[in-house]
């Protein structure tokens, strides 16, 4: 990818002014924030009440620490973005990198929230390995997502007459697997758990891993290009006459 030109995404410099310009990235990095919030105090009430009744692994804690640092560093980042738009457009190419990797975070966190709630033993002794194996799968689909359009993007996929970032044989059929995937760990789901309101948590969370696993792939394109071409990175004058035309043709 780093020799193809710009011609090459074509398509992806579109959006850039768009629904994938410097605010709308801070709009969906709060969103995602808002969301691991809700997960991260949770699991901060969960870890509090499984310390007074059961011992709970250093690996559990450092994963949680880890998630909270996170959570804090976005935190921080997003003040300063919101109340500095300036600010913003001069990081850009951090918003992106953030925008990656923490939808890469909030497709395991809620997982790890499900296991937390596993603590207590009443979801069934293979649950935990449940988890980890689904977990596994959603990072192996992300590589191979990625390879896949990779590859796609080679062939064409991004330039103006291109059929956009999953249309190659190869993805279609990897969505196919994925599909196949979730249906097969949703069944041993139901023998670890059985007929029970606690799946409808574990399943909905699968489902949101493996989304976001191929969602993610359009803004680690994007986060390449905005670090490797100076026209994916737009100044705070050209995002301000952009908006202002938009909104004359609104």
Not at 24 to 39: A, C, D, H, K
Not at 118 to 129: A, E, I, R, V
Not at 205 to 227: D, G, N, P, S
């Amino acid at each position: 990818m780093l020799k193809l030109d710009e011609s090459y995404f074509y398509k992806l410099r579109k959006v850039v002014f768009d629904r994938l310009n410097p605010g709308g990235v801070v709009i969906y990095l709060v969103g995602l924030w808002m969301f691991s919030l809700v997960m991260l105090g949770l699991a901060t009430w969960i870890l509090q009440l499984a310390k007074k009744n059961i011992i709970v692994s250093d690996f559990i804690n450092s994963v949680y620490l880890i998630f909270v640092t996170l959570f804090l560093i976005l935190f921080v980042y997003l003040i300063m973005c919101i109340f500095s738009e300036r600010f913003l457009y001069k990081t850009q190419k951090v918003a992106s990198l953030c925008m990656v990797l923490y939808t890469i975070i909030m497709s395991v966190e809620p997982l790890f929230l499900c296991y937390l709630f596993s603590l207590d033993g009443t979801w069934g002794s293979g649950f935990g390995n449940w988890i980890v194996i689904s977990v596994s799968i959603g990072l192996i689909q992300l590589g191979l997502y990625f390879i896949f359009v990779w590859r796609g993007v080679v062939q064409g996929s991004l330039k103006a007459d291109g059929h956009g970032l999953f249309t190659n044989n190869n993805t279609q059929k990897l969505i196919k697997v994925n599909i196949i995937s979730y249906v097969c760990l949703v069944v041993w789901l139901f023998f670890i758990v059985g007929l029970s309101s606690k799946i409808i948590g574990p399943i909905v969370f699968l489902f949101l891993c493996f989304a976001l696993t191929a969602a993610v792939q359009e803004f680690i394109i994007l986060t390449i290009c905005k670090y490797r071409f100076r026209s994916f990175d737009i100044s705070y004058e050209e995002g301000t006459k952009y908006r202002m035309k938009k909104s004359k043709r609104s």
